[in-house]
């Protein structure tokens, strides 16, 4: 008779809008409750923490990671803001704990590379946010670009950015987005840079410029209206990043785009072109032009009824975040290594951190990691 495999014990570290929204990890867990178990939370507001329990069905709340990993768990999700994952995710490393964290990685490539030395030695997973590989359409663009949809690739451009947490009624104090050790970048450009590089392959250069667009920002709405917010990081960034042998993308990451239609990227290539379309378009997610989409004639076509690039299944649809935890699990199930992997993260921190090397210096970077 088939075995039943044991659920993956998970605690969670923050109970913070990233854990609770509705895109967050937390709301669709119950989908997948036969292979992941929440065993506990830990969040230093110890009120906000027990809601968030109760809320989603977590037995055991605590204040502190240190008290997290007390109980029987066999991995830990990293929530906490960015300047703080490297010293909480060494710390779930380095206690025998598979480890999901949200993005970016850690704030330094040494950083970075200190985490995966633990987990490499200990035989521990790291799964890093941002989830856009597990996507759909993200691993569609992927193969159609590996198979040669559109032939030799040309350049990308890809666009990662909105109005920022001032200007679109952010429900958590919006200050932090615009200081050292956050801003545009390592927010939003990180999602662009990962859809890049998950569908292109690895960056050999980066050239970027950035700048303060205002020296301050007014809150827009949400609980924070008309909170006057300092900006001391660079809140408009654009990179060209070299993918080697004349591929190239463009690549922002700012927080100036109150609206747009273009799509989230358009890549062009010698026999067509692939659009990856944003969410709120009436449009497929992925559409592609081919010289010879019927004989004799070029035209678009949506790649789902291209019968040689099958459309994957998307389980970001079902579970929002929480498919980072999914992954984790089939991994572990699996003994396969990771798609969102930390490897990917380090390279795409590699990248935010050239680029800011790159707009200070004047000068183009090169790439020192891949995955």
Not at 53 to 61: K, S
Not at 93 to 102: A, N, P, Q, Y
Not at 125 to 148: E, I, T
Request: aromatic share 6%; glycine share 10%.
């Amino acid at each position: 008779m088939p075995t039943t495999q044991p659920r993956l014990r998970v605690g969670v570290l923050g109970a913070g809008m990233i854990a609770t929204i509705g895109y967050g990890y937390l709301p669709h867990l119950a989908k997948i409750r036969d292979r992941v178990e929440l065993a506990a939370i830990a969040n230093r507001g110890i009120e906000k923490g027990r809601a968030v329990a109760e809320a989603h069905g977590i037995a055991r709340v605590v204040r502190s990671l240190d008290e997290l990993l007390t109980f029987d768990v066999d991995a830990v999700v990293n929530l906490l803001p960015g300047p703080d994952h490297f010293a909480a995710s060494k710390r779930i490393l380095e206690s025998g704990r598979h480890l999901v964290t949200e993005k970016p990685i850690a704030s330094s490539l040494a950083e970075a590379d200190e985490l995966l030395d633990i987990a490499d030695r200990t035989g521990l997973y790291v799964v890093a946010a941002p989830a856009d590989m597990l996507v759909s359409h993200w691993r569609r663009a992927r193969d159609l670009v590996a198979r040669g949809a559109i032939g030799k690739v040309a350049f990308a451009r890809v666009q990662s950015s909105h109005a920022g947490a001032a200007g679109l009624s952010w429900p958590v104090d919006p200050r932090q987005f615009y200081q050292e050790g956050v801003g545009a970048l390592l927010d939003l450009g990180v999602y662009g840079l990962t859809q890049a590089t998950g569908v292109l392959g690895p960056a050999r250069r980066v050239s970027a410029m950035s700048g303060i667009t205002v020296q301050q920002r007014r809150a827009r709405g949400g609980p924070f209206d008309g909170m006057t917010i300092p900006v001391s990081t660079p809140d408009n960034n654009l990179l060209l990043v070299d993918f080697g042998d004349a591929t190239f993308a463009v690549v922002d990451g700012t927080y100036n785009v109150v609206a747009s239609r273009s799509p989230r990227m358009e890549i062009f290539g010698l026999e067509g072109t692939l659009l990856v379309n944003r969410e709120d378009v009436a449009a497929p997610p992925v559409e592609l032009y081919r010289l010879d989409a019927a004989p004799g004639l070029a035209g678009w076509i949506t790649p789902q009824t291209y019968e040689i690039f099958p459309a994957p299944a998307d389980r970001f649809a079902e579970l929002a975040r929480g498919v980072l935890i999914e992954h984790l699990a089939d991994c572990v199930r699996d003994g396969v290594q990771p798609i969102a992997s930390g490897r990917h993260a380090r390279h795409v921190l590699e990248l935010m951190l050239a680029a800011e090397q790159s707009a200070r210096e004047g000068r183009v970077i090169d790439m020192v990691t891949t995955f």
